[in-house]
């Protein structure tokens, strides 16, 4: 029976991948790296229905073991190395009301190649949404590294000019103490109102609220090489979340 839930935890997982082939089903841990994003879902307390969009019948398979719904195979079209985020959740919120007659009113966005979360992080940012009603979306952010007020671009000729205009006299020669602090937007949730995405054609809408995450959990996994740093990171002591059953797992 499908879940009435009006969250919608949507989980995008295209078969192709150049940097790092196979990536969705990578093992970390031994464990697919897919199933870290459907464990997080899984681990809410607002009992999200749990949806997974690719266009690869292995990774279906894997997403429907650990506790997803694949009720449907992405297009081609929409599992090409440019294609938007915006398209593919069009596509899966329209076959849903086409099919099934579901909507949900919020939309969770788990990207796979961000594994690592704290366990109420689903929680943390769907309560955020619905505490802030002129709040289009919650997206994850961590204090930047380098602050971009002290980030320049190369003019044709040359010559350094400020990245933006700031406002702030010689941002670049002010201590760093002076200056705003940056958030970095990381890939490990965004949540987004259903309005959002139908209304104003977008994935974030225009008033986006923060969800501050730990920078020890910022990682992305896109090459070879961010393989490495976690692998690094795990060795040294960095416990990812312990994967536990879940929906469906039990007859795998």
């Keep these: 029976m499908v ?123 769907v309560e955020i949404l619905e505490a802030k009603a002129d709040a289009d979306s919650v997206r994850a952010v961590i204090p930047a590294g380098q602050n971009p007020y002290k980030m320049w671009r190369m003019t044709p000729a040359g010559t350094l000019t400020p990245l933006f205009d700031s ?25 987004v109102r259903l309005r959002s995405l139908r209304e104003k054609r977008s994935m974030t809408g225009d008033v986006i609220y923060p969800v501050q995450l730990d920078p020890r959990y910022a990682i992305d996994l896109d090459t070879p090489q961010d393989w490495e740093r976690l692998s690094s990171r795990l060795e040294a002591g960095f416990d990812l979340p312990w994967i536990r059953p879940t929906r469906g797992e039990e007859d795998r």
């Design 3 to 125: 879940s009435p839930s009006r969250v919608l935890a949507l989980i995008p997982a295209r078969g192709g991948s150049k940097s790092l082939p196979r990536k969705n089903l990578h093992p970390l841990q031994g464990i697919p790296l897919l199933a870290y994003s459907i464990q997080a879902a899984c681990e809410s307390k607002r009992h999200p229905r749990i949806l997974v969009s690719t266009d690869d019948d292995e990774i279906a398979t894997c997403a429907e073991s650990w506790g997803a719904e694949v009720p449907f195979r992405r297009p081609m079209e929409l599992a090409q190395d440019d294609t938007l985020d915006l398209p593919v959740f069009l596509h899966a919120l329209n076959w849903l009301e086409a099919e099934e007659g579901y909507q949900p009113d919020i939309v969770v966005h788990l990207r796979p190649t961000s594994p690592l979360r704290p366990p109420d992080l689903v929680d943390r940012a």
């Design 167 to 191: 406002g702030i006299s010689e941002a670049f020669n002010q201590p760093r103490q002076a200056l705003p602090q940056a958030y970095w937007q990381t890939g490990h949730i965004d949540v």
